[in-house]
């Protein structure tokens, strides 16, 4: 069964991606997005400050380092919580 990815999940995935100078479509392949998400998620996170495009390869800024590390925090502490709250009935 496949597992769908939070939007939290998407946008770090895109921000790990342009650590390296990347083209749409490396970040389209490598992030597993249709055409419709890439362009959606590019321009939403190139208009906050997260990611910049240069000579047509999308990069992240110092701002988009910041937030991924927050984001990393945030999706940990989720992903604990849903992995509790799965366990917790057997040791009631």
């Avoid at 939007?7 to 100078?21: A, G, H, S, T, Y």
């Avoid at 990611?51 to 992903?79: A, H, P, Q, S, V």
Wanted: aromatic share 14%; proline share 2%; glycine share 4%.
């Amino acid at each position: 069964m496949m597992e769908y990815r939070s939007r939290f999940e998407i946008v770090r995935d895109i921000l790990n991606i342009c650590r390296k100078p990347s083209a749409k479509t490396r970040v389209m392949n490598i992030a597993n997005m249709s055409y419709t998400q890439r362009e959606h998620y590019l321009r939403e996170l190139t208009k906050r400050g997260l990611i910049e495009c240069c000579d047509n390869r999308y990069l992240i800024t110092n701002y988009g380092k910041e937030f991924l590390e927050g984001l990393e925090i945030i999706i940990g502490m989720w992903d604990y919580q849903f992995v509790r709250a799965k366990i917790s009935p057997f040791f009631s």
